[in-house]
């Protein structure tokens, strides 16, 4: 018996992939996780109608909702196709209760969405990171604005790590020799260097930016931080870690840094030309935090003068970027499409969180304090720690020019 009558509950998914849905899988299953880092509990809907580790964020997969929905009476409406005026997204938008969105794939609901919809209660972010909505006219309109903290926060560290040592170590031109069939070691090397012994720092240390730098620790460096919030001093010495007050103090002295901020006001644009100049010549930036942290063109600006030796993440914006978009093709980096947080493993774990605030919010029951970021006309849990109030979506309808080729 749900608290709410028939709802909709409008859905925007990345589309399938190109070679059919669903995809043959590498491998049978994956590892059963009993709770995260610091003791919270994995998602705990009351059941689940998927397979952990099957596609589920694109449309077909639909998040594992469907039959949940349909046989509770509710309207499930799955689309890919976001961005435009004439897009399936803001046409069914008008008479939507919920609105379940990817960052990977995000379905902007920017401020003129938001009036177009006032049916709209509840926004729910399927991962981390709520900047696709104007979380101002969230605040202003009294929606509810949630994702599924902690989700997919260590898939991302992974990819960080991962990033940042393509970029030291100069991976990706080292591959390019491979599929040539060319064995040119003097070139393949010389922009290729060890990460034993630098100074690596990252901007927050939250839950991915902390598993980062536990990630680093191995491997001999020296490593850096800065928050809004100073770690305790148990953390600290256990990683050997330096505090810095501000960014400009942390990226004075790294050799490589590592973006783990949400986006908000206080941090859209934080590496401009202004920053980048403050840092050593030949630092590396991977960004897997949002592409709006970074000024578009200051990053290309520094690649292709040498202020930076490299740069890797997998956020972009605005999402998809144009197929025009400068990092797509600027010297040195080590891109990926917003791919980190939404590993096979991952989805298991935000289809199920959806699930349990979909349930929770029908059966009029309150949702986790750790996965709310807006709610009763304000931030709330989380987002009084990681956010401030405003709007970070601006410029987002850009997304309407990328073409799949
Ligand atoms: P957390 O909320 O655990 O951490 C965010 C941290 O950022 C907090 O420690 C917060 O500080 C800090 N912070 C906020 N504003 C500032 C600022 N102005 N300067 C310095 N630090 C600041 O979130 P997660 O670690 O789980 O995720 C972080 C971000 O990573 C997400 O918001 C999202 O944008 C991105 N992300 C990307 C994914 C991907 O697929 N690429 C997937 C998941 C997340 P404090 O709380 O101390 O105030």
């Known amino acids: 018996m749900s608290f709410f009558s028939a709802q909709k509950v409008l859905c925007v998914l990345y589309p399938d992939p190109l070679t059919g849905f669903p995809p043959n899988y590498s491998r049978e299953d994956i590892p059963a996780l009993t709770h995260y880092p610091d003791g919270q509990t994995m998602p705990t809907p009351s059941s689940i109608d998927f397979t952990g580790g099957h596609l589920l964020g694109s ?18 409406v799955v689309t890919s196709d976001k961005d435009g005026p004439d897009s399936v997204f803001e046409k069914e938008l008008t008479d ?26 509840l926004a729910i972010t399927a991962g981390i990171g709520s900047d696709h909505v104007d979380l101002q006219s969230a605040i202003d309109r009294d929606i509810t604005v949630c994702e599924v903290t902690w989700c997919n926060s260590i898939s991302v560290a992974e990819h960080a790590v991962m990033q940042m040592l393509a970029l030291v170590r100069d991976f990706i031109p080292q591959y390019g020799w491979v599929v040539r069939s060319g064995w040119n070691i ?3 090397v010389s922009r290729s260097y060890d990460i034993e012994g630098m100074d690596v720092g990252v901007v927050a240390s939250g839950r991915i930016g902390l598993a980062f730098l536990k ?21 600290e010495r256990e990683l050997g870690l330096t505090f810095h ?5 942390l990226v004075s002295v790294c050799d490589a840094v ?3 901020c949400p986006l908000h006001p206080e941090t859209e644009h934080m590496f401009n030309d202004d920053l980048i100049g403050k840092m050593k010549r030949g630092s590396y930036i991977v960004n897997t935090a949002r592409g709006k942290i970074c000024d578009r063109d200051a990053i290309v600006r520094a690649l292709e003068n040498g202020q930076l030796a490299g740069y890797a993440g997998d956020v972009w914006f605005p999402q998809p970027p144009p197929n025009d978009h400068p990092w797509r093709t600027m ?14 493993s991952a989805q298991a774990r935000y ?43 601006g410029g987002s309808e850009e997304a309407a020019r990328f073409k799949q080729s």
């Open 59 to 76: 449309v077909s997969g639909g998040l594992g909702l469907e039959s949940f929905l349909t046989t509770r009476g509710h309207r499930f």
């Open 186 to 188: 003097a070139d393949a």
């Open 215 to 235: 990630r680093m620790k191995p491997f001999d460096v020296n490593l850096h931080y800065t928050d809004r919030h100073r770690l305790s001093p148990e953390v």
């Open 245 to 249: 007050e501000n960014v400009e103090s």
């Open 96 to 121: 939507a209760d919920v609105v379940i969105s990817q960052p990977f794939w995000p379905g902007y609901l920017t401020a003129e969405r938001i009036a177009k919809a006032p049916n709209l209660k």
């Open 351 to 393: 289809a199920a969180g959806v699930r349990e605030i979909l349930e929770c919010w029908l059966d009029g029951r309150p949702i986790r304090d750790e996965y709310l970021i807006v709610q009763g006309g304000g931030l709330a849990g989380t987002g009084i720690h990681s956010y401030t109030e405003g709007n970070a979506t």
């Open 331 to 344: 010297p040195n980096h080590a891109m990926t499409p917003h791919t980190s947080g939404t590993s096979l």
């Open 258 to 260: 590592s973006i783990h």
